[in-house]
Nanobody, 124 residues
Framework: VQLQASGGGWVRPGDSLRLSCAASGRTLSGYHIGWFRQAPGKEREFVAGIGMSDDTTMYADFAKGRFTISRDADKKTVDLQMSSLRVEDTAVYYC??????????????????WGQGTLVTVSS
């Protein structure tokens, strides 16, 4: 499964941005999808995940209340709506797909396929 993350760009603090994850040539059904990010000089960290069957969602503490992960009805894309962006949200954002149990969505080892990443820069 080839994943494509898109929607990154430069925004000012407080702005919103919507990232999208799509699979090349197929839907994302059958996989839980996670968003991770890696800031310069830091390790990659979990942002949000959505389960494959009942769309159970999971968020990192810093994302709760600001970010929303959703899967479109056709299960072709999974979006990450980010609002109230902060300078510290600057990072390369990656989407990933996996089949492990939903409770492990926050762990990188729960994912099999990874997209190439999209850069989000939050700066004034």
């Amino acid at each position: 499964v080839q994943l494509q993350a898109s929607g990154g760009g430069w925004v000012r603090p407080g702005d919103s941005l919507r990232l999208s994850c799509a699979a090349s040539g197929r839907t994302l059904s059958g996989y839980h999808i996670g968003w991770f990010r890696q800031a310069p000089g830091k390790e990659r960290e979990f942002v949000a995940g959505i389960g494959m069957s009942d769309d159970t969602t999971m968020y990192a503490d810093f994302a709760k209340g600001r970010f929303t992960i959703s899967r479109d009805a056709d299960k072709k894309t999974v979006d990450l709506q980010m609002s109230s962006l902060r300078v510290e949200d600057t990072a390369v954002y990656y989407c990933a797909a996996g089949t492990a149990i939903v409770s492990t969505m926050h762990r990188e080892e729960a994912y099999i396929f990874w997209g190439q990443g999209t850069l989000v820069t939050v700066s004034s």
